[in-house]
T-cell receptor, first 109, second 113 residues
């Protein structure tokens, strides 16, 4: 079967750095997406990785290791507005997205 | 530029009733998707469309039907609602299907009593 694993919940302090991990087992791999979803709102696109390595975009970075079936999202200089759920999704061999259940990130002052 | 618009935003139905959820996008995207989101689970694909006049089944299609008569609209129908269909429904669109970010509507919160 296809499976995406993420921690259910994480807590971090404003101004700090947090790393949200995602491991996957899917039938094929055509890329990995990270989305942010604030409570009661729509998911919004953050990043896309298809090759191994780190992609940096402002305060957010995303890393991929295809051989390990592993990705992480790194958030720096955390702000209160970063309190949200972070969704990992893998594009399988049929180019359909398989979604993790999401990691709820709580930022404390 | 509205992006992806879903109507209605909230609805309460009784078991056995039918309804249609409407999704409209103004980005000229070819691909459109319907997902449901339940607590503790990832988004699950119900049906999708790769272009006007086409539809295809996703992971959880049973109990739902869809139509894409116009490129900008994607309708999701529940013919006979069941309590198990209580969920938040999201519509999304993308320019192409492969390796393109999907743009989501604000969701429809549907309760079946």
């Amino acid at each position: 079967g296809q499976n995406i694993d993420q921690p259910t919940e994480m807590t971090a302090t404003e101004g700090a750095i947090v790393q949200i991990n995602c491991t996957y087992q899917t039938s094929g791999f055509n890329g990995l997406f990270w989305y942010q979803q604030h409570a009661g709102e729509a998911p919004t696109f953050l990043s896309y990785n298809v090759l191994d390595g780190l992609e940096e975009k402002g305060r957010f970075s995303s890393f991929l290791s295809r051989s390990k079936g592993y990705s992480y999202l790194l958030l720096k200089e955390l702000q209160m507005k970063d309190s949200a759920s972070y969704l990992c999704a893998v594009e399988d061999s049929n180019y359909q997205l398989i979604w993790g259940a999401g990691t709820k990130l709580i930022i404390k002052p | 530029n509205a992006g992806v618009t879903q109507t209605p935003k909230f609805r309460v139905l009784k078991t056995g009733q039918s309804m249609t959820l409407l999704c409209a996008q103004d980005m000229n995207h070819e691909y459109m998707y319907w997902y449901r989101q339940d607590p503790g689970m990832g988004l699950r694909l119900i049906h999708y469309s790769v272009g006007e006049g086409t539809t295809a089944k996703g992971e959880v299609p049973d109990g739902y039907n869809v139509s894409r008569l116009k490129k900008q609209n994607f309708l999701l129908g529940l013919e006979s609602a069941a309590p198990s269909q209580t969920s938040v429904y999201f519509c999304a669109s993308s320019y192409e299907g492969a390796s393109q970010p999907q743009h989501f509507g604000d969701g429809t919160r549907l309760s079946i009593l």
